[in-house]
């Protein structure tokens, strides 16, 4: 057998039925064996999209998402989707071909050194020097990148090792790595802890992250927050964990987030923070954040504990099994008499919150187009189980607050690095996955043009997303800053809703294009565009570019100066021009 055949071989024996990739020279070696394998190759335009495929399979599948690409610049387009999966924890292996190992170093055609590149941006990287090492680095991979903290491995192959005959192909049943054992069990003691200060708290919130996705702790999270009868935010990552209908929900946290959740993790007393890395974009100006609350932090990875915040209960260890030792503990208290503190006067605040902070957007009937009227109009005619897949701007913000999630992997996109583009391949990686789900894209059209080359893979592999796009002829969000941080000097931010014609280029993708431009029009076309399910869809919907995503807390400022809407943010700033209050344009760090 040789390196390449060992290759394929070993991605069976991990169990991959998918990989995204894009050939080229070096790696070209792997894809002949892969013409008598039952592993479906999707062949993406490129490399970027590739990798973002397997992050979005990864996401809507929870299984490790697979991507390949040749040596060079097949490997540098690789960097964006493992800095990505890096930052949101997917779990993705990519592997890429390397010039021959007597030319490592001498500037072959097509050499880079992607293991030094991407170093930064992987959980592991290795680089293959015999093709006995290749089952084993290839188990290896599969159980970093979906062990402990979840996140990108890349494995690099020499041409001449994919050429070299094994000596014999032991595939390792169970990987030993002596450097690496994730801490999965919480310590009993500070579990013990935990309980006793969430049992004392009497304004505590739950602050859910990613992290309960990742884990598959979502059933704990409802056990917890029903028996103590706790309110529980979502952050952008953990949207679908925690049932946006439940009674216990506030919403969720953050710059864009919900008014009642944000405020509520301000004035909290406890902060129960389950798999989350308290960010910036949900911790604002981090001295100001949460001023009254204690912390107890469960999460797997003991680097981000105490990263931002200081911890009162840190507690490591794989959410699944941690709460259920904070269930145990949990259960126990209670049988021996332990009563919780009085919620009713916490749950009468919030209550009253919810009832006079609720999102809200005003559509005049023959006025433009509102984004958020697209959005809502998206959320009544999908599937209650729609995959709903973002880009990267104020469309991302609205898609997050204006869809109802009742599960986890039904909502997916790029949090931690922002990443324009990685709607389009994410959302045919999750159909990939999931091909009996429906998929539905909610890009802008900035980040469409990103990676909407796509589309011809969306074709021609037979994957039937719905690709809309809230076109507003500008990349909105940073349209959004420029008004709000800088007098309305716009500068740079001007695509043209018209170029290109999304009708005709899906048409020319081999994709069904619709346009809607009215109110009147939106409910009739959504309706006829579901109801296409042979072939990709694209929706062009054109929107009012002069939509702002509110609430807003300012870059820089106290999540306490949370803003709703556009009349409160001009009274603010004229306070502040008064000397009464923050000066809303500090625009201070971080960004
Ligand atoms: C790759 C990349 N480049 C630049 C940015 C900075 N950025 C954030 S949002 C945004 C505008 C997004 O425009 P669009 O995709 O049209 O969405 P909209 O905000 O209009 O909904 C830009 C340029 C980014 N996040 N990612």
Not at 168 to 176: G, N, R
Not at 260 to 272: E, F, G, N, R, Y
Request: charged share 20%; hydrophobic share 45%; proline share 6%.
């Amino acid at each position: 057998m040789t390196g390449a055949q060992a290759v394929i071989a070993s991605l069976e024996r991990a169990g991959v039925e998918v990989v995204f990739g894009h050939p080229g020279g070096a790696i070209l070696p792997a894809y002949d064996p892969l013409l008598d394998s039952p592993i479906r190759h999707v062949l993406a335009r490129h490399e970027q999209g590739a990798g973002h495929m397997a992050e979005g399979y990864a996401q809507a599948t929870g299984r490790v998402g697979v991507a390949i690409a040749t040596s060079g610049p097949g490997g540098t387009n690789l960097v964006t989707p493992l800095a990505n999966a890096l930052m949101d924890s997917i779990p993705i292996v990519c592997i890429t071909g390397q010039v021959a190992t007597s030319a490592v170093g001498g500037d072959a055609f097509q050499e880079a050194d992607i293991t030094g590149i991407t170093m930064p941006v992987t959980k592991h990287n290795e680089m293959i020097h015999e093709a006995d090492r290749i089952p084993g680095a290839i188990a290896e991979a599969f159980h970093i990148a979906s062990t402990g903290r979840k996140g990108p491995v890349l494995i690099d192959i020499p041409k001449d090792v994919l050429a070299q005959e094994l000596t014999a192909f032991e595939w390792p049943e169970k990987v030993l790595l002596p450097g690496y054992k994730p801490n999965v069990k919480g310590h009993s003691k500070m579990v013990r802890e935990a309980v006793d200060v969430i049992l004392s708290a009497e304004r505590p919130i739950v602050y859910a992250g990613g992290g309960i996705v990742a884990a598959g702790a979502e059933a704990q999270l409802r056990s917890l927050a029903e028996t103590l009868g706790l309110p529980v935010v979502t952050t952008l990552m953990a949207r679908g964990a925690f049932p946006d209908s439940h009674p216990n929900h506030i919403g969720m946290p953050g710059m864009h987030g919900h008014w009642s959740a944000v405020t509520a993790l301000q004035k909290a007393d406890l902060l129960i923070a389950l798999g989350t890395r308290f960010d910036d974009r949900v911790t604002g100006k981090l001295e100001a954040f949460a001023p009254h609350a204690k912390v107890v932090h469960v999460d797997i990875d003991p680097a981000e504990i105490g990263k931002n915040k200081a911890v009162d209960v840190p507690i490591v260890g794989d959410l699944s099994i941690v709460m259920d030792q904070l269930a145990e503990v949990l259960t126990k208290r209670l049988e021996a008499g332990r009563v919780p503190a009085d919620l009713t006067a916490w749950w009468e605040t919030l209550n009253g919150w919810l009832e006079n902070h609720p999102l809200t957007h005003e559509q005049d009937p023959d006025g433009p187009l509102k984004p958020q009227t697209v959005v809502r109009a998206l959320n009544e005619a999908r599937a209650q189980d729609s995959i709903i897949v973002t880009g990267v701007g104020q469309h991302q913000m609205w898609a997050s607050q204006l869809i109802s999630y009742e599960t986890s992997r039904q909502w997916i996109n790029s949090g931690g690095l922002g990443t324009m583009g990685y709607g389009v391949p994410a959302a045919i990686g999750a159909k990939a996955g999931r091909p009996d789900a429906q998929v539905i894209l909610i890009d802008g059209d900035g980040s469409f043009q990103m990676t909407l080359q796509e589309l011809a893979t969306a074709r021609t592999e037979g994957i039937p997303v719905i690709f809309t796009v809230l076109n507003n002829g500008v990349l909105g969000m940073v349209r959004q800053w420029q008004e709000l941080f800088y007098d309305r000097r716009f500068s740079q931010i001007d695509l043209d809703a018209s170029v290109p014609d999304l009708v005709k280029l899906a048409e020319a993708f081999g994709c069904q294009g619709f346009r809607v431009s009215t109110v009147d029009e939106l409910g009739p076309t959504i309706e006829k565009a579901l109801a296409v399910t042979d072939v990709p869809v694209v929706i062009d919907f054109r929107v009012d570019p002069e939509e702002k995503v509110f609430p807003m807390v300012p870059a820089g400022q106290s999540n306490d100066l949370i803003i709703e809407n556009m009349d409160e943010w001009r009274e603010r700033e004229a306070a502040a021009q008064r000397g009464e209050g923050a000066d809303l344009k500090s625009a201070g760090p971080p960004s």
